[in-house]
């Protein structure tokens, strides 16, 4: 009886070791494929989530919901970006600030814009020393608008006349949008990357403006008095 118990014990052991070698294969199965899954999200420019614009939007910071990736050699071509396999990084902040750089950089946000109207947005990046900006604006995998701003370009070309880089927008209601913006610096690389509907930039212009001059105004008196 001894004999035959020492056996049975020796079958349940074996039994049992098998199934705990099993349970770690399948657990090691399971987190590779996790590790996959998620860098195939976060690195495939394809598969960024959308930025939702929801009805009765008027702004957007962009900031926390833009992907970048650094061009080392300053030599990728649009369709590069859209169409190639690169590890693009998820922005979290609102001023997405990556220092000192001699790299070209290109961002990229997914907008899907449920809002009703004509489609017409500006964006803005308020930066003012970011040398060369271009701007993408591309549906389905193609490209239907080119602009190009920066403060190497004179003012009076840019697409907006305005201190500040503005790029006018149409983000057709009910459909996915992809913006790709290239930026070139040879100061910090930092952009802060707004949606506005005109008129709200308008109001909020006037205002800053106002503002502005008073601090302005004061300091001048200030300056006289003393």
Not at 112 to 128: F, Q
Not at 183 to 194: D, H, K, S
Request: proline share 3%; aromatic share 14%; glycine share 6%.
């Amino acid at each position: 009886y001894a004999y035959v118990s020492t056996i049975t014990h020796f079958s349940w052991c074996t039994v049992l070791l098998r199934l705990i070698n099993s349970a770690q294969k399948q657990i090691m199965i399971i987190l590779q494929l996790s590790f996959l899954v998620m860098f195939s999200v976060v690195g495939s420019g394809a598969s960024a989530k959308s930025l939702f614009i929801s009805p009765g939007t008027e702004k957007v910071n962009l900031g926390p919901h833009v992907y970048y990736l650094e061009d080392e050699k300053g030599n990728m071509s649009v369709r590069d970006v859209i169409h190639g396999d690169y590890y693009w990084v998820k922005s979290d902040k609102t001023t997405v600030n990556l220092g000192f750089t001699t790299s070209a950089y290109w961002f990229r946000v997914s907008i899907k814009n449920m809002n009703i109207g004509n489609g017409e947005w500006l964006l803005e990046e308020s930066y003012a020393l970011i040398d060369k900006l271009q701007l993408y604006v591309v549906n389905s995998g193609e490209t239907v608008d080119y602009r190009e701003s920066g403060d190497a370009l004179p003012v009076s070309k840019r697409p907006v006349n305005h201190s500040r880089f503005l790029f006018p927008v149409l983000l057709p209601p009910n459909s996915v949008t992809d913006l790709y913006i290239r930026a070139e610096n040879t100061e910090a690389m930092e952009l802060t990357l707004r949606l506005w509907k005109e008129a709200t930039f308008q109001v909020s212009d006037r205002q800053t403006f106002m503002v502005d001059g008073f601090f302005y105004g004061l300091f001048s008196v200030m300056a006289l008095y003393n």
